[in-house]
């Protein structure tokens, strides 16, 4: 039996480091529209929701072909968490008498994915039979962090410094793609648990917009790859 999977794109209002962030043009559309058109050209995802509490995310949502959940205000705020829009959306679906297997987040401030990006992923997670999975990219660079006396690395010995090649494999979260079991979603109120397995991006799909120089690098990214 094919799985049921929810995909759910939280996209509020009243962004304060960039205005009007989700809708802003990127590429020649709105940036939340890179999201859902890579959501439509999975196969695998079953129902796709934006959940907002904006009308203008939510006109534009409907204009690119997903079905929209309104956000209420008790979880529209600043502080107001990823989980707690799945938790509402799923709830919402529920009501309706559809009830997923898979709750999919797909971040709009990660605009670059490649087109199996989503499938891929979804796939792996079933492969693996894992409970969760989050999109990553590899990690190949050395990072130090402030110590009681000076700094100190975290990922590597300075005195047995490797070659970059030979780093151990480890990965980034980049922000792009998370999924859950729903009975874990549901139990923990996190997006992650159980056993947990990763979605491999490349470099260039794993840029998220959280400020003007961002948004300008994602544009640039998008027309050398249109080009």
Known sequence: MKKKVLCVIP???????????????????????????????????????????????????????????WRPKSISGDHATSESALQHVLGQVEKG??????????????????????????????????????????????????AINGVEPINYDYRRRMRDQDHPEEYQENGSIYMCITEILKKTNVRLGGKVEVHVMDYWSSFQIDSP??????????????A
């Open 97 to 146: 008498g559809f009830c997923p297997d898979l709750v999919v987040l797909l971040q709009c401030t990660s605009p670059i994915r490649r087109a199996d990006d989503i499938d891929r992923a979804i796939k792996t997670l079933y492969k693996k039979k894992a409970d969760s999975l989050l999109s990553v990219c590899r990690n190949d660079r050395f990072f130090w962090r402030r």
């Open 213 to 226: 120089e961002d948004f300008e690098l994602c544009e640039w990214i998008i027309n050398k790859e249109e």
């Open 11 to 69: 996209a509020r209002g009243g962004s304060k480091r960039l205005p009007n962030k989700n809708i802003l043009p990127l590429g020649g559309k709105p940036l939340i529209a890179h999201t859902i058109d890579q959501a439509k050209q999975s196969k695998l995802l079953t129902m796709i929701i934006v959940s907002t509490d904006d009308p203008q995310i939510a006109k534009i949502a409907e204009q690119y072909g997903a079905e929209v959940v």
